[in-house]
Protein backbone atom coordinates (compact mmCIF):
# COMPACT_ATOMS: atom_id res chain seq x y z
CA UNK A 1 0.00 0.00 0.00
CA UNK A 2 2.37 2.80 1.14
CA UNK A 3 5.97 2.74 1.58
CA UNK A 4 8.15 5.69 2.28
CA UNK A 5 11.85 6.13 1.85
CA UNK A 6 14.68 8.98 3.09
CA UNK A 7 16.93 9.79 0.50
CA UNK A 8 19.98 11.79 1.16
CA UNK A 9 19.60 15.55 -1.10
CA UNK A 10 17.37 17.18 1.45
CA UNK A 11 18.34 15.16 4.56
CA UNK A 12 15.09 14.02 4.80
CA UNK A 13 13.09 13.54 0.92
CA UNK A 14 10.75 10.90 1.27
CA UNK A 15 9.33 8.75 -1.27
CA UNK A 16 6.22 7.55 -0.72
CA UNK A 17 5.46 4.33 -2.50
CA UNK A 18 2.63 2.00 -2.74
CA UNK A 19 4.74 -1.23 -3.87
CA UNK A 20 3.37 -3.79 -1.93
CA UNK A 21 0.83 -6.52 -2.68
CA UNK A 22 -2.18 -7.39 -1.47
CA UNK A 23 -3.22 -10.89 -1.07
CA UNK A 24 -7.48 -10.49 -1.11
CA UNK A 25 -10.61 -12.32 -0.30
CA UNK A 26 -13.33 -12.28 -2.95
CA UNK A 27 -15.30 -9.77 -0.82
CA UNK A 28 -12.73 -7.12 -0.87
CA UNK A 29 -12.56 -7.20 -4.68
CA UNK A 30 -16.36 -6.90 -4.24
CA UNK A 31 -16.13 -4.14 -2.06
CA UNK A 32 -13.15 -1.78 -3.68
CA UNK A 33 -15.10 -3.07 -7.42
CA UNK A 34 -18.15 -0.65 -6.16
CA UNK A 35 -16.30 2.68 -6.12
CA UNK A 36 -17.91 5.26 -8.87
CA UNK A 37 -18.41 9.08 -10.18
CA UNK A 38 -21.65 10.76 -10.16
CA UNK A 39 -20.44 14.25 -11.27
CA UNK A 40 -21.06 14.59 -14.72
CA UNK A 41 -19.98 17.34 -17.53
CA UNK A 42 -17.05 18.65 -15.45
CA UNK A 43 -13.66 20.47 -15.55
CA UNK A 44 -12.15 21.45 -12.40
CA UNK A 45 -8.55 23.01 -11.07
CA UNK A 46 -6.98 22.63 -7.81
CA UNK A 47 -3.85 23.81 -5.99
CA UNK A 48 -1.60 21.13 -4.37
CA UNK A 49 0.66 21.81 -1.34
CA UNK A 50 4.34 22.95 -1.52
CA UNK A 51 7.08 21.84 0.15
CA UNK A 52 6.27 18.38 0.00
CA UNK A 53 7.73 15.25 -2.02
CA UNK A 54 4.40 13.81 -3.26
CA UNK A 55 0.79 15.77 -4.04
CA UNK A 56 -1.42 16.74 -1.18
CA UNK A 57 -5.15 17.14 -2.19
CA UNK A 58 -7.85 18.68 -0.33
CA UNK A 59 -10.52 16.18 -0.12
CA UNK A 60 -13.89 16.66 1.36
CA UNK A 61 -15.82 13.93 4.17
CA UNK A 62 -18.57 14.40 6.07
CA UNK A 63 -18.41 17.86 5.49
CA UNK A 64 -15.23 18.71 6.84
CA UNK A 65 -11.69 19.00 4.72
CA UNK A 66 -8.94 17.12 5.16
CA UNK A 67 -5.54 16.67 3.45
CA UNK A 68 -4.55 12.99 1.55
CA UNK A 69 -1.73 11.77 -0.75
CA UNK A 70 -2.92 11.48 -4.63
CA UNK A 71 -1.27 8.53 -5.51
CA UNK A 72 -1.97 6.29 -8.73
CA UNK A 73 0.71 3.27 -6.90
CA UNK A 74 -2.37 2.70 -4.55
CA UNK A 75 -4.87 0.00 -5.57
CA UNK A 76 -7.10 1.23 -2.93
CA UNK A 77 -7.07 4.17 -1.14
CA UNK A 78 -6.22 4.69 2.55
CA UNK A 79 -8.06 6.50 5.95
CA UNK A 80 -6.06 6.41 9.05
CA UNK A 81 -7.94 4.63 12.04
CA UNK A 82 -8.84 7.63 13.88
CA UNK A 83 -10.64 9.50 10.96
CA UNK A 84 -12.36 6.41 10.32
CA UNK A 85 -13.55 6.33 13.78
CA UNK A 86 -14.59 9.68 13.83
CA UNK A 87 -16.72 9.00 10.25
CA UNK A 88 -18.85 6.21 12.42
CA UNK A 89 -16.83 3.45 8.68
CA UNK A 90 -18.24 -0.11 9.25
CA UNK A 91 -15.90 -3.02 8.17
CA UNK A 92 -17.05 -4.16 4.81
CA UNK A 93 -14.64 -6.85 4.33
CA UNK A 94 -11.13 -8.04 5.44
CA UNK A 95 -7.34 -7.89 3.29
CA UNK A 96 -3.75 -9.36 4.23
CA UNK A 97 -1.55 -6.16 3.19
CA UNK A 98 2.02 -7.14 2.48
CA UNK A 99 3.79 -3.78 2.48
CA UNK A 100 6.98 -2.66 1.16
CA UNK A 101 10.00 -3.69 3.82
CA UNK A 102 8.19 -7.73 4.17
CA UNK A 103 5.68 -7.24 6.88
CA UNK A 104 2.61 -8.50 6.77
CA UNK A 105 -1.06 -8.02 8.65
CA UNK A 106 -4.31 -8.22 8.10
CA UNK A 107 -6.38 -4.89 7.56
CA UNK A 108 -10.14 -3.95 7.78
CA UNK A 109 -11.84 -2.27 4.38
CA UNK A 110 -14.71 0.22 5.02
CA UNK A 111 -16.63 1.80 2.31
CA UNK A 112 -16.91 5.78 2.14
CA UNK A 113 -19.86 6.85 1.50
CA UNK A 114 -18.89 9.72 -0.58
CA UNK A 115 -15.70 11.70 -1.10
CA UNK A 116 -15.84 15.58 -2.83
CA UNK A 117 -12.57 16.41 -4.74
CA UNK A 118 -13.27 20.14 -6.07
CA UNK A 119 -17.25 19.93 -6.26
CA UNK A 120 -16.50 16.18 -8.19
CA UNK A 121 -18.05 13.52 -6.38
CA UNK A 122 -16.85 10.00 -5.79
CA UNK A 123 -19.27 7.19 -4.00
CA UNK A 124 -18.54 3.53 -2.28
CA UNK A 125 -15.19 4.60 -1.73
CA UNK A 126 -12.95 1.39 -0.31
CA UNK A 127 -10.32 2.33 1.98
CA UNK A 128 -8.22 0.12 3.95
CA UNK A 129 -8.00 1.53 7.33
CA UNK A 130 -4.57 2.16 9.15
CA UNK A 131 -3.41 2.84 12.52
CA UNK A 132 -0.42 4.84 11.41
CA UNK A 133 2.96 3.30 13.44
CA UNK A 134 4.54 5.81 15.76
CA UNK A 135 6.98 8.14 14.67
CA UNK A 136 5.69 7.71 11.11
CA UNK A 137 6.70 10.59 8.47
CA UNK A 138 3.38 9.56 6.81
CA UNK A 139 0.73 10.71 9.75
CA UNK A 140 3.01 13.36 10.02
CA UNK A 141 2.64 14.72 6.30
CA UNK A 142 -0.88 12.52 5.56
CA UNK A 143 -2.51 11.88 9.06
CA UNK A 144 -6.43 11.80 7.23
CA UNK A 145 -5.29 8.94 4.31
CA UNK A 146 -4.41 8.21 0.65
CA UNK A 147 -6.67 8.62 -2.11
CA UNK A 148 -5.66 5.21 -4.25
CA UNK A 149 -6.58 4.39 -7.64
CA UNK A 150 -10.12 2.66 -7.29
CA UNK A 151 -11.34 6.64 -6.91
CA UNK A 152 -8.22 8.21 -9.32
CA UNK A 153 -9.51 5.45 -12.44
CA UNK A 154 -13.23 7.33 -12.46
CA UNK A 155 -11.72 10.67 -13.82
CA UNK A 156 -8.80 11.89 -16.00
CA UNK A 157 -6.12 14.18 -14.39
CA UNK A 158 -3.83 16.28 -15.64
CA UNK A 159 -0.82 17.21 -12.95
CA UNK A 160 1.35 20.39 -13.47
CA UNK A 161 4.38 20.19 -10.89
CA UNK A 162 5.91 23.57 -11.67
CA UNK A 163 2.70 25.36 -10.74
CA UNK A 164 1.06 22.71 -7.95
CA UNK A 165 -2.03 22.53 -10.47
CA UNK A 166 -4.32 19.35 -10.71
CA UNK A 167 -7.05 19.65 -13.17
CA UNK A 168 -9.96 16.73 -13.18
CA UNK A 169 -12.05 16.04 -15.72
CA UNK A 170 -14.45 13.44 -17.46
CA UNK A 171 -13.42 15.25 -21.10
CA UNK A 172 -9.85 15.28 -22.74
CA UNK A 173 -7.04 16.82 -21.07
CA UNK A 174 -4.66 17.03 -23.45
CA UNK A 175 -2.00 19.79 -24.70
CA UNK A 176 -0.36 19.90 -28.48
CA UNK A 177 2.79 18.51 -28.12
CA UNK A 178 2.48 15.48 -25.30
CA UNK A 179 4.26 12.39 -25.70
CA UNK A 180 1.91 9.61 -25.03
CA UNK A 181 2.71 5.25 -23.87
CA UNK A 182 0.03 3.17 -23.06
CA UNK A 183 -1.70 2.49 -19.46
CA UNK A 184 -1.75 -0.53 -18.39
CA UNK A 185 -4.18 -2.55 -16.52
CA UNK A 186 -5.55 1.21 -15.50
CA UNK A 187 -8.46 -0.59 -13.17
CA UNK A 188 -6.01 -1.57 -10.55
CA UNK A 189 -2.79 0.27 -10.67
CA UNK A 190 -1.34 1.58 -13.56
CA UNK A 191 1.63 0.93 -15.01
CA UNK A 192 3.44 1.85 -18.89
CA UNK A 193 6.35 0.78 -20.71
CA UNK A 194 10.11 2.82 -20.43
CA UNK A 195 13.69 2.37 -21.53
CA UNK A 196 16.35 2.83 -18.86
CA UNK A 197 19.29 3.04 -21.72
CA UNK A 198 19.53 -0.06 -22.88
CA UNK A 199 17.60 -1.41 -20.04
CA UNK A 200 13.64 -2.11 -21.79
CA UNK A 201 11.08 -2.38 -18.54
CA UNK A 202 7.53 -3.70 -19.81
CA UNK A 203 5.55 -3.23 -17.14
CA UNK A 204 6.67 -0.49 -14.91
CA UNK A 205 4.11 1.24 -12.20
CA UNK A 206 3.05 4.86 -12.23
CA UNK A 207 3.12 5.29 -8.71
CA UNK A 208 2.45 9.53 -8.03
CA UNK A 209 2.91 8.36 -4.54
CA UNK A 210 6.49 7.79 -4.66
CA UNK A 211 8.90 10.55 -4.72
CA UNK A 212 11.96 8.78 -5.58
CA UNK A 213 13.23 8.38 -9.54
CA UNK A 214 12.92 5.13 -10.86
CA UNK A 215 13.25 1.55 -9.00
CA UNK A 216 14.24 -1.39 -10.07
CA UNK A 217 14.59 -4.88 -8.25
CA UNK A 218 17.10 -6.57 -7.46
CA UNK A 219 16.22 -9.48 -9.57
CA UNK A 220 15.89 -6.90 -12.66
CA UNK A 221 18.97 -5.47 -12.52
CA UNK A 222 21.15 -9.26 -12.27
CA UNK A 223 20.88 -9.10 -15.85
CA UNK A 224 21.91 -5.53 -16.70
CA UNK A 225 25.78 -4.44 -16.18
CA UNK A 226 24.50 -1.03 -14.16
CA UNK A 227 28.54 -1.32 -12.39
CA UNK A 228 29.20 0.41 -16.21
CA UNK A 229 27.96 3.71 -14.29
CA UNK A 230 28.23 5.67 -11.97
CA UNK A 231 26.72 4.79 -8.75
CA UNK A 232 26.53 5.11 -4.31
CA UNK A 233 25.31 2.37 -1.92
CA UNK A 234 23.51 3.55 0.28
CA UNK A 235 22.86 2.21 3.79
CA UNK A 236 19.66 3.04 4.62
CA UNK A 237 17.48 2.55 7.49
CA UNK A 238 14.73 5.54 6.48
CA UNK A 239 12.67 3.33 4.11
CA UNK A 240 8.97 3.08 5.67
CA UNK A 241 6.39 0.62 4.73
CA UNK A 242 2.61 0.55 5.97
CA UNK A 243 4.14 -0.88 9.03
CA UNK A 244 7.46 0.38 9.78
CA UNK A 245 11.01 0.35 8.59
CA UNK A 246 13.91 -1.75 7.58
CA UNK A 247 17.52 -1.72 7.24
CA UNK A 248 18.06 -2.33 3.59
CA UNK A 249 20.73 -1.11 0.78
CA UNK A 250 19.88 0.70 -2.12
CA UNK A 251 22.27 1.34 -4.85
CA UNK A 252 21.72 4.72 -6.75
CA UNK A 253 22.86 4.17 -10.59
CA UNK A 254 22.94 7.42 -12.85
CA UNK A 255 22.12 6.25 -16.14
CA UNK A 256 22.02 8.58 -19.31
CA UNK A 257 18.73 8.68 -20.51
CA UNK A 258 15.43 7.46 -19.47
CA UNK A 259 12.79 6.59 -22.65
CA UNK A 260 9.31 7.34 -21.99
CA UNK A 261 7.86 6.66 -25.77
CA UNK A 262 8.45 9.82 -27.40
CA UNK A 263 9.57 11.47 -24.55
CA UNK A 264 13.43 11.17 -23.04
CA UNK A 265 14.56 12.49 -19.92
CA UNK A 266 18.70 13.12 -19.44
CA UNK A 267 21.29 11.87 -16.68
CA UNK A 268 17.97 10.05 -14.44
CA UNK A 269 19.10 8.10 -11.58
CA UNK A 270 18.08 4.44 -10.86
CA UNK A 271 17.47 3.03 -7.37
CA UNK A 272 18.20 -0.52 -6.79
CA UNK A 273 16.11 -1.28 -3.67
CA UNK A 274 12.89 -3.07 -4.84
CA UNK A 275 12.13 -6.60 -3.93
CA UNK A 276 10.10 -7.42 -6.98
CA UNK A 277 9.19 -5.49 -10.09
CA UNK A 278 9.70 -1.79 -10.54
CA UNK A 279 7.59 1.71 -10.29
CA UNK A 280 8.53 5.38 -11.39
CA UNK A 281 8.20 7.88 -9.15
CA UNK A 282 7.58 12.35 -8.21
CA UNK A 283 11.11 12.98 -9.31
CA UNK A 284 10.81 11.78 -12.63
CA UNK A 285 7.27 12.80 -13.25
CA UNK A 286 7.82 16.55 -12.15
CA UNK A 287 10.26 17.15 -15.22
CA UNK A 288 7.17 17.27 -17.07
CA UNK A 289 3.16 17.85 -17.24
CA UNK A 290 1.47 14.44 -16.44
CA UNK A 291 -1.98 13.98 -18.19
CA UNK A 292 -3.06 10.50 -16.94
CA UNK A 293 -5.67 9.65 -19.72
CA UNK A 294 -7.99 7.23 -18.17
CA UNK A 295 -10.76 7.09 -20.46
CA UNK A 296 -8.17 6.28 -23.51
CA UNK A 297 -5.94 4.18 -21.43
CA UNK A 298 -2.94 6.29 -21.59
CA UNK A 299 -0.22 8.76 -20.56
CA UNK A 300 0.83 11.93 -21.56
CA UNK A 301 4.11 13.58 -20.85
CA UNK A 302 5.02 17.89 -21.81
CA UNK A 303 8.55 17.90 -20.82
CA UNK A 304 8.95 21.96 -19.08
CA UNK A 305 12.82 22.01 -21.13
CA UNK A 306 13.63 21.78 -24.61
CA UNK A 307 16.19 19.19 -23.75
CA UNK A 308 14.88 17.58 -20.59
CA UNK A 309 17.39 16.58 -17.61
CA UNK A 310 16.75 15.43 -13.67
CA UNK A 311 17.89 17.70 -11.77
CA UNK A 312 18.60 15.64 -8.18
CA UNK A 313 22.12 14.63 -8.59
CA UNK A 314 23.92 16.63 -5.73
CA UNK A 315 23.43 15.12 -2.47
CA UNK A 316 24.72 15.29 1.28
CA UNK A 317 25.09 11.61 1.44
CA UNK A 318 23.08 11.55 4.64
CA UNK A 319 19.58 11.27 6.40
CA UNK A 320 18.97 12.12 9.80
CA UNK A 321 15.52 11.24 11.65
CA UNK A 322 14.45 11.85 15.36
CA UNK A 323 13.41 9.27 18.13
CA UNK A 324 12.49 8.90 21.80
CA UNK A 325 16.25 9.58 22.40
CA UNK A 326 17.22 11.92 19.22
CA UNK A 327 18.60 12.10 16.33
CA UNK A 328 20.11 9.50 14.49
CA UNK A 329 22.05 8.87 11.33
CA UNK A 330 18.84 7.16 9.48
CA UNK A 331 20.90 7.05 5.86
CA UNK A 332 24.33 7.75 4.95
CA UNK A 333 26.01 7.29 1.69
CA UNK A 334 29.23 4.89 1.47
CA UNK A 335 32.48 6.69 0.73
CA UNK A 336 30.88 10.25 1.11
CA UNK A 337 32.18 13.06 2.95
CA UNK A 338 30.26 11.79 6.54
CA UNK A 339 31.48 8.07 5.84
CA UNK A 340 34.90 9.18 5.58
CA UNK A 341 34.95 10.96 8.78
CA UNK A 342 34.27 7.93 10.71
CA UNK A 343 30.07 8.32 10.84
CA UNK A 344 28.07 5.11 10.56
CA UNK A 345 24.26 4.28 10.07
CA UNK A 346 22.41 4.42 13.63
CA UNK A 347 25.32 7.34 15.26
CA UNK A 348 23.83 9.58 17.30
CA UNK A 349 23.51 13.12 16.89
CA UNK A 350 23.53 16.11 19.07
CA UNK A 351 22.98 18.98 17.02
CA UNK A 352 21.53 19.28 13.28
CA UNK A 353 22.18 23.20 11.59
CA UNK A 354 22.16 24.48 15.13
CA UNK A 355 18.90 22.28 16.00
CA UNK A 356 18.93 20.00 18.98
CA UNK A 357 15.88 17.31 19.24
CA UNK A 358 14.69 19.34 22.88
CA UNK A 359 13.74 22.43 20.09
CA UNK A 360 10.96 20.65 18.48
CA UNK A 361 7.59 20.05 20.24
CA UNK A 362 7.82 16.13 18.63
CA UNK A 363 8.73 13.79 15.92
CA UNK A 364 6.11 15.73 13.37
CA UNK A 365 7.17 19.16 14.30
CA UNK A 366 10.92 17.92 13.26
CA UNK A 367 10.02 16.68 9.99
CA UNK A 368 8.00 19.66 9.27
CA UNK A 369 10.83 21.99 9.82
CA UNK A 370 12.94 19.18 7.42
CA UNK A 371 10.18 19.99 4.45
CA UNK A 372 10.55 23.34 4.82
CA UNK A 373 13.01 25.05 1.87
CA UNK A 374 14.40 27.34 4.57
CA UNK A 375 15.86 24.37 5.95
CA UNK A 376 17.42 22.98 2.76
CA UNK A 377 20.99 24.87 2.66
CA UNK A 378 23.97 23.51 0.45
CA UNK A 379 26.02 22.74 3.70
CA UNK A 380 25.29 20.77 6.57
CA UNK A 381 26.50 21.13 10.21
CA UNK A 382 26.63 18.28 12.24
CA UNK A 383 27.75 17.61 16.03
CA UNK A 384 28.17 14.00 16.88
CA UNK A 385 27.40 12.74 20.39
CA UNK A 386 30.17 10.88 20.36
CA UNK A 387 32.40 13.76 19.17
CA UNK A 388 30.54 16.83 21.01
CA UNK A 389 33.14 19.36 20.75
CA UNK A 390 33.59 19.13 17.30
CA UNK A 391 31.59 20.04 14.04
CA UNK A 392 31.43 18.25 10.90
CA UNK A 393 30.45 20.05 8.09
CA UNK A 394 29.60 18.33 4.85
CA UNK A 395 28.14 20.32 1.52
CA UNK A 396 26.31 18.90 -0.83
CA UNK A 397 28.07 17.16 -3.72
CA UNK A 398 28.10 15.10 -6.57
CA UNK A 399 28.78 11.18 -4.85
CA UNK A 400 28.97 8.78 -7.78
CA UNK A 401 31.88 6.64 -6.73
CA UNK A 402 33.66 5.65 -9.65
CA UNK A 403 32.76 8.66 -12.43
Known sequence: MIAMRSTLSLILLFALTTAC??????????????????????YK?????KNRPVILIPVEIGGRTYNFIFDTGAAVSVISKELAGELGLEEEADVMIHDSKGHNQELIVSLIDTIDIAGVQFIDIAAVVVDWSENSVISCVSPAGIIGNNLIRHANWRVDYKNHQLVVSDSSLHIDGMHYVEMQA???RPFISLKADSLEIAHCLLDLGSG????????????????????????????EGLF???LDTTINVKIDSLSIGGYTLYETVVDIEKKSGSKIGTKVLEQSILNLDYSNSRVGFLPYDSIPTYGHLKEGGFAVLMDSSGFYISSITEDAALW????????????????????FGGFCEFVEWLLDKENRPQEFTLVMENDPQNEIIVGKEYLWSNE
Open 21 to 42: GIFNSLDYYKVREKSDIVTKDF
Open 244 to 246: GSK
Open 212 to 239: GSLDLSREMAEDWNWKKYPYTRDIDGSS
Open 186 to 188: PEG
Open 340 to 359: QRGVRYGDRVKSLNGKQPAD
Open 45 to 49: EMSFL
